[in-house]
């Protein structure tokens, strides 16, 4: 079978591994270098794997346009221009240093999503042990290539792609020399409706890319990432908030801290509960098995005399013969005499 893992920083990520959860910051700093620290701190103690970014300017990821495909018509953003959508939401690149510094001192790794190639190059100073490529850009093969030529692992969003696109994306990836592809299922509606999550896709990307799969959930809650880890997610991304109340272009379909605890925990419960598949007894049965029915003397039988349904019982517990041998002792005969309660077994019965 095909080693599926990625070595991101010190953790190894795939099927075999605990799920990698990674908290997405975006914009929920609302402008606040202070609040930026404190979801940084929020990530670790809800024991998040790694803290993200993105990376870019409202300049690098459109232009100021007053043509109408620019301007933003319904949902969360309405009224909004891309351009200034992106100059509200962007995390000013002098704050990237000092959050990731804060990340590695709390024991998260700490990576971006880089949205043009002079943003690869900063992250490249920045040593980031990994690149995350956001659903929008995962048509931008220039940018994929880009973040493969640093030689390190990418992890690729796959919302609004076509199966097509999700395969030449990977492709490039590979071809350029990334240290392992993930590949996340992804819903680019925020919020996402958990009843159009399609977890059954996960099965499917695995297959179309042969490489490790995730999700990149936007639903509330916790149900969504921790049943996708039950289908085989290895890495699980979700937006982080302080309080939804708080506001911000990403707060209505982030999570509180105690809700990504419940994530973290609930993800890797299910992780352990998977297992092997190997059919094997487990160790919390052993004083269980005990108990199970077998082949009993329920009234008293004198020497010699037949062994019959009146006298012969399956009950627990099991020390007695199996109860799938009932048939084949019942007519015999007793080769002593078997006082109620004693456990059937081959040699006390004639043949």
């Known amino acids: 079978?095909?080693?599926?893992?990625?070595?991101?920083?010190?953790?190894?990520?795939?099927?075999?591994?605990?799920p990698f959860v990674i908290a997405e910051m975006s914009a929920n700093h609302q402008g606040s270098l202070e609040r930026a620290m404190d979801i940084v701190q929020a990530a670790a103690k809800a024991g998040a794997h790694a803290l993200k970014l993105q990376t870019y300017t409202a300049d690098t990821l459109t232009i100021e346009s007053e043509r109408e495909e620019f301007q933003i018509k319904g949902g969360l953003w309405d009224g909004h221009s891309l351009h200034s959508l992106y100059q509200e939401a962007y995390t000013p690149w002098d704050w990237h240093a000092p959050l990731f510094a804060r990340a590695k001192e709390l024991g998260l790794l700490a990576f971006s999503s880089p949205f043009d190639l002079s943003a690869v190059a900063y992250l490249e100073e920045l040593d980031v042990p990994a690149y995350k490529i956001a659903s929008f850009e995962l048509v931008d093969h220039g940018l994929i290539a880009?973040?493969?030529?640093?030689?390190?692992?990418?992890?690729?969003?796959?919302?609004?792609?076509?199966?097509?696109?999700?395969?030449?994306?990977?492709?490039?990836?590979?071809?350029?020399?990334?240290?392992?592809?993930?590949?996340?299922?992804?819903?680019?509606?925020?919020?996402?409706?958990?009843?159009?999550?399609?977890?059954?896709?996960?099965?499917?990307?695995?297959?179309?890319?042969?490489v490790a799969v995730g999700i990149s959930d936007h639903s509330l809650g916790a149900t969504i990432p921790i049943a996708a880890t039950a289908l085989g997610a290895c890495v699980i991304e979700k937006h982080l908030t302080l309080k939804r109340s708080d506001g911000g272009?990403?707060?209505?379909?982030?999570?509180?801290?105690?809700?990504?605890?419940?994530?973290?925990?609930?993800?890797?419960?299910?992780?352990?509960?998977?297992?092997?598949?190997?059919?094997?007894?487990?160790?919390?049965?052993?004083?269980?098995?005990?108990?199970?029915?077998?082949?009993?003397?329920?009234?008293?039988?004198?020497?010699?005399?037949?062994?019959?349904?009146?006298?012969?019982?399956?009950i627990r517990p099991s020390l007695g013969l199996e109860p799938k041998h009932l048939s084949a002792v019942l007519g015999k005969r007793a080769k002593r005499a078997l006082p109620k309660g004693t456990p059937l077994a081959w040699a006390l019965v004639a043949a």
Request: glycine residues 10%; charged residues 25%; hydrophobic residues 35%.
């Open 1 to 18: 079978m095909k080693n599926l893992d990625v070595k991101i920083g010190s953790r190894v990520v795939g099927p075999g591994h605990e």
């Open 146 to 210: 880009a973040c493969a030529a640093t030689g390190k692992p990418v992890i690729m969003s796959t919302g609004l792609a076509a199966p097509e696109e999700v395969k030449e994306a990977v492709a490039v990836a590979q071809r350029h020399g990334a240290g392992g592809v993930v590949v996340l299922h992804c819903l680019s509606g925020y919020p996402s409706p958990p009843t159009e999550f399609n977890l059954r896709r996960l099965e499917a990307l695995r297959s179309l890319t042969g």
């Open 249 to 314: 272009p990403d707060g209505a379909f982030s999570l509180e801290p105690h809700e990504l605890a419940e994530v973290v925990a609930g993800s890797r419960t299910i992780w352990k509960a998977l297992g092997s598949g190997e059919a094997k007894r487990a160790d919390s049965e052993s004083a269980s098995r005990r108990y199970r029915r077998s082949l009993y003397v329920v009234e008293h039988i004198k020497e010699g005399e037949s062994l019959t349904l009146d006298n012969v019982r399956s």
